[in-house]
């Protein structure tokens, strides 16, 4: 008689080699941009190839949660290098005259603000897992942000194409990735909002123009609504301490 086993095959990554992998990728684009004179093409590719690093840091949880493999210290490896991934892009396209100085900065206080109250959270035993508002945010300010230089610099044709292809992925999101009908929601009217507008926008605003001060301001409102719930839980347990300090 046999007996057969169930056996769960092991992921080709593991989420903290994913992550790894988007590390690593980040800062070889990043040196490449920096160090290279290159064409509008070549950087294209090096935008998509961005916009696929954020759709891996979607892959790698999707592979820790069917594969049991989640950590805290993975948790916290992924969510730096997000901000690293983020922040070297942001300096690529502040370099390139796109971003201004004031909007890395806005969003800089906010991460050092975020990241100053998880760890006063940690030391007091409270792990602080990622709102569904966040959730929406990092999907807003991931991949448009990788498209934004083409979007941007790029002719008419560029510009429709890659706009209609972030469409495409926020409408597509929910048939591979965990998220729910409200979070979809809201990130489908977010990212449909500008376009319903720029018909009555001024004619001397271009669609690049439009993209970046929409994309600037959406990143900056959900940003800081979403660190407005670490404030809130900060808020809570410090007067909680300052209680039992007080008993």
């Excluded at 294209?44 to 805290?72: E, H, Q, W």
């Excluded at 230089?149 to 209609?164: C, K, W």
């Excluded at 018909?199 to 979403?226: C, H, K, Q, R, T």
Aim: aromatic letters at 18%.
């Amino acid at each position: 008689m046999s007996v057969e086993y169930n056996q769960v095959k092991a992921p080709l990554l593991t989420p903290n080699q994913i992550t790894l992998l988007r590390f690593v990728l980040t800062i070889i684009l990043f040196v490449i941009w920096q160090s290279f004179s290159l064409s509008f093409l070549q950087k294209t590719i090096i935008c998509v190839i961005f916009a696929a690093i954020f759709i891996l840091d979607n892959i790698d949880g999707i592979v820790a949660r069917k594969y049991s493999l989640m950590s805290l210290s993975g948790h916290y490896f992924d969510a730096a290098v997000d901000v690293i991934t983020y922040f070297l892009l942001a300096f690529i396209l502040q370099s390139e005259g796109i971003l201004p100085g004031f909007f890395i900065a806005l969003m800089l206080i906010r991460e050092v603000f975020v990241v100053y109250i998880k760890a006063y959270l940690a030391e007091t035993g409270m792990h602080v897992s990622t709102s569904s508002i966040a959730v929406v945010k990092c999907e807003l300010i991931g991949i448009p942000m990788a498209f934004l230089y083409i979007i941007f610099t790029g002719e008419s044709a560029s510009q429709y194409l890659f706009i209609s292809l972030i469409f495409i992925y926020f409408l597509t999101l929910k048939l591979w990735y965990e998220i729910t009908n409200k979070q979809h929601m809201i990130l489908i009217l977010t990212a449909l909002l500008p376009v319903l507008i720029y018909p009555a926008v001024d004619e001397s605003v271009s669609v690049g123009n439009w993209y970046l001060y929409s994309y600037m301001l959406i990143a900056i409102v959900f940003s800081y609504f979403s660190a407005f719930g670490y404030f809130r839980l900060f808020l809570l347990k410090n007067n909680t301490h300052q209680d039992n300090y007080e008993q």
